[in-house]
């Protein structure tokens, strides 16, 4: 790897030894998104705005700000993709409608930070993170860095009412659970806040394909509110990379263990 290259950076999740994201765990709602959210609202697409996050990062290292390219020049620099994830200008954030696109409140600090930051935030405090969604969520072209995107930034489970097929199939890949909601809760009848808390009960050693997942939303005021979900994994392969972290970890893994004396 060129250390100075700015078009080709080594992803984190082109390596062995991924920790898993199943079990249980209380998370944070990073992002709550309405219906009909494409991959084209969540993958960063256009030329790199030099006011942006990702052309800041690219002018800090030495790129002229007035020729910084397109996204879909840069899609093999991980740090660039990922600063430009959900920064769509029709992007809303059903949690705070207010906040610009691309950008999240970390609690319980109470910050507004660009979306990368905010989860950067919550992984060093060890804090799980998930993503919910309405109908129809990642439909469009099947754009892989949609589902590499939220990989990169720590989102454990998207929990949606429906899924486009390839990229429901490539979040199993990337190692994050796809979660199908009932149809009574959809996000916008959660009516989540932003100190709400999501506990997720996927474990990893009895989940199964279109098997249960308990979901329990823990309310600021106290309330709960809990309902059984359903794992949108079609297959036991997808199970296996979900177990393992990701479809690249998946293969590591096992040419490592291919590679080792019986």
């Known amino acids: 790897w060129d250390e100075a290259s700015n078009y080709v950076r ?3 999740f082109a390596a062995g030894g991924q920790p898993g994201r199943l079990g249980f765990y209380r998370a944070r709602p ?3 998104l309405g219906d009909d959210i494409t ?3 969540i993958s960063p697409a256009g030329a790199i705005p030099p006011g ?3 052309g800041a990062h690219l002018a800090g290292r030495g790129e002229d700000p007035r020729d910084l390219n397109v996204f879909a020049a840069r899609r093999g620099n991980w740090e660039v993709m990922r600063r430009g994830l959900y920064t769509n200008r029709t992007v809303r954030n059903l949690l ?3 906040l610009a696109p691309g950008t999240a409140r970390h609690l319980p600090s109470g910050e507004t930070l660009p979306l990368w930051q905010a989860a950067e935030r919550y992984r060093a405090e060890d804090v ?3 993503i919910l969604a309405g109908e129809r969520y990642g439909a469009g072209s099947s754009r892989d860095w949609a589902a590499k995107g939220v990989a990169l930034l720590g989102v454990r489970a998207v929990l949606a009412a429906s899924f486009e097929r390839i990229h429901r199939a490539n ?3 990337m190692g994050v659970l796809p979660v199908r909601l009932p149809p009574d809760r959809h996000p916008a009848a959660l009516a989540l806040a932003p100190q709400d808390w999501i506990e997720i009960d996927a474990p990893r050693e009895s989940l199964r394909p279109h098997g249960p997942v308990s979901i329990r939303i823990c309310r ?3 309330s709960i509110d809990l309902f059984e979900a359903g794992a949108a994994i079609e297959t036991a392969l997808e199970l296996d990379i979900l177990k393992a972290g990701g479809v690249m970890p998946l293969m590591i893994d096992r040419a490592v263990r291919s590679t080792l004396p019986a």
């Open 10 to 12: 080594p992803p984190p």
């Open 30 to 32: 990073l992002l709550v």
């Open 39 to 41: 991959t084209d609202h």
């Open 52 to 54: 942006s996050d990702a």
């Open 96 to 98: 705070d409608p207010t």
């Open 128 to 130: 799980p993170t998930v």
């Open 171 to 173: 979040l199993a890949g």
């Open 220 to 222: 600021a005021d106290g």
